[in-house]
């Protein structure tokens, strides 16, 4: 069975700082790794995913997410963050590209 | 062109009622799935439909739960004997087929209330 840690509930981060939102996962088999994020009252949208080649992906809105296989990680990272960032994000594994494990999600709440 | 769409929005409904929820995918899009997401938690898997077919159900909490997509486009998803435990949002995705190089397009969800 797969699981996703994503240790922070909440991240209260100024505007224009940098901001890095920890995931963690654990499974026995390979997995292909997700971050989505979600707008209130809006549906998920996928930021970012590794499949497979560079473990440094980049995604949508500036976001960038390191796969690190020995820690079992997935961090994301923004270099500099916006108002309108402010959102729900959720990690997710899909292992063997079946359906997707989803962490418990972390809310950034960017403060102007 | 237009999303996922989820009808309805919001659905208040007592203990022991049935109700019935719908998603219409992206056109074109064989693969469907339904989610569940619980206050403060991320969604969960319920079931995945490949055209018509359930293809896989493992997501499926007990045999209240069950889901159609007849014509291969548009699905229900329906609750029998609703429990307060039911409450939660259901989301519904679709993609142009399975896979983590089909990227998955999610609706914004309904908001089901078992009072």
């Known amino acids: 069975a797969q699981s996703v840690t994503q240790l922070d509930s909440q991240v209260p981060v100024f505007e224009e700082a940098p901001v890095e939102l920890r995931c963690n996962y654990s499974?026995?088999?390979?997995?292909?790794l997700f971050w989505y994020v979600q707008y209130p009252n809006q549906g998920l949208q996928l930021l970012l995913k590794y499949l497979s080649g560079s473990t440094l992906v980049k995604g949508i809105n500036g976001f960038e997410a390191e796969f690190n296989k020995s820690q079992t990680s997935f961090h994301l990272r923004k270099p500099s963050v916006h108002i309108s960032d402010t959102a729900e994000y959720f990690c997710a594994v899909s292992p063997y590209g079946q359906n997707f494990v989803f962490g418990p999600g972390t809310r950034l709440s960017v403060l102007p | 062109g237009a999303g996922v769409s989820q009808t309805p929005s919001n659905k208040v409904t007592e203990k022991g009622k049935y109700v019935e929820l719908r998603c219409d995918p992206i056109?074109?899009?064989?693969?469907l799935y339904w989610y569940r997401q619980s206050l403060g938690q991320g969604p969960e898997f319920l079931i995945y439909?490949?055209?018509?077919?359930?293809?896989?159900d493992s997501g499926l909490p007990n045999d209240r739960f069950f889901a159609v997509r007849p014509e291969g486009s548009v699905s229900t998803l329906k609750i029998q004997r609703t429990e307060r435990g039911d409450s939660a949002v259901y989301l519904c995705?679709?993609?142009?087929?399975?896979?983590?190089?089909?990227?998955?397009?999610f609706g914004p969800g309904t908001r089901l209330t078992v009072l």
């Open positions: 995705a679709s993609s142009t087929t399975r896979g983590p190089y089909n990227e998955q397009f």
């Open positions: 439909f490949q055209g018509t077919g359930a293809a896989d």
């Open positions: 056109s074109g899009h064989t693969a």
């Open positions: 499974s026995s088999v390979s997995v292909y």
